[in-house]
């Protein structure tokens, strides 16, 4: 199966969905393509000062994300986005060498000159619009989608405090599968128990 993982690499929640996505994909015999969201396109003036510049800062890798897609290299944005997350979510590193991280990932440093290039920001602004569409203008991600029976469905979430691996991964991702047989339902949360544990890569 296909599925659609919408990110923006600094929000920590999306992080950590995205670990439960990649160990769901090996239990299910999934297929991810990783699609381009900014928190600091979504957000503008919104946003708290204190984040301004690391949501930035991410706009700057959103942008080498469409820019590898554009090249037809998506397959690489996996890549690109694990070496992302160790970077900022395990080192702390909220601001870094883009062609140096591209360099770790496997990928031609030069996608990293993109980081700087408002004009990709139309295609990423059409990747948000789908989103958005499939999981509603008052969220930001983690949003996934997939075909399900013909009918294209996508939500927002699921969001977890700590990324389920194996046959737990597994177990979640049929949950949420078998949610989409189920139009009326839009919303399903709870009241956060525990701390953020951030993903390993």
């Given at each position: 199966?296909?599925?659609?993982?919408?990110f923006?690499?600094?929000?920590?929640f999306?992080?950590n969905t995205?670990?439960?996505a990649?160990?769901?994909?090996?239990?299910?015999d999934?297929?991810?393509?990783?699609r381009?969201?900014?928190?600091?396109?979504?957000?503008?003036?919104?946003?708290?000062?204190?984040y301004r510049e690391?949501?930035?800062?991410?706009?700057g890798?959103v942008r080498?994300?469409?820019?590898?897609?554009?090249?037809?290299?998506?397959?690489?944005?996996?890549d690109?986005?694990?070496?992302w997350g160790?970077?900022?979510?395990q080192?702390?590193q909220?601001?870094?060498?883009v062609?140096?991280?591209l360099?770790?990932?496997?990928?031609?440093?030069?996608?990293a000159?993109a980081?700087?290039d408002?004009s990709?920001?139309a295609?990423i602004?059409?990747?948000?619009?789908e989103?958005?569409?499939?999981?509603?203008?008052d969220?930001?991600?983690p949003?996934i989608?997939?075909d399900?029976?013909g009918?294209r469905v996508?939500f927002f979430g699921?969001?977890v405090?700590a990324?389920?691996?194996g046959?737990e991964?597994?177990a979640l991702?049929?949950?949420v599968?078998?949610?989409?047989a189920?139009?009326?339902?839009?919303?399903?949360?709870?009241?956060?128990?525990g701390d953020?544990?951030?993903?390993?890569?």
């Amino acid at each position: 199966m296909q599925l659609d993982f919408w990110f923006d690499p600094i929000c920590p929640f999306t992080w950590n969905t995205s670990r439960w996505a990649v160990n769901a994909a090996g239990e299910r015999d999934l297929e991810i393509t990783w699609r381009p969201f900014s928190l600091a396109i979504k957000n503008g003036d919104s946003t708290p000062e204190q984040y301004r510049e690391p949501v930035q800062f991410a706009l700057g890798l959103v942008r080498v994300t469409q820019a590898l897609i554009d090249a037809g290299q998506g397959q690489q944005v996996g890549d690109a986005y694990r070496e992302w997350g160790r970077r900022i979510h395990q080192e702390q590193q909220h601001t870094f060498d883009v062609a140096d991280s591209l360099v770790a990932a496997g990928i031609d440093p030069s996608f990293a000159t993109a980081a700087d290039d408002p004009s990709i920001d139309a295609a990423i602004n059409a990747s948000m619009d789908e989103a958005l569409g499939l999981g509603g203008d008052d969220v930001g991600v983690p949003i996934i989608a997939w075909d399900h029976e013909g009918t294209r469905v996508g939500f927002f979430g699921p969001v977890v405090m700590a990324a389920p691996e194996g046959a737990e991964a597994g177990a979640l991702w049929d949950l949420v599968v078998a949610s989409a047989a189920f139009p009326e339902l839009t919303e399903l949360k709870r009241r956060r128990s525990g701390d953020l544990t951030l993903a390993q890569p």
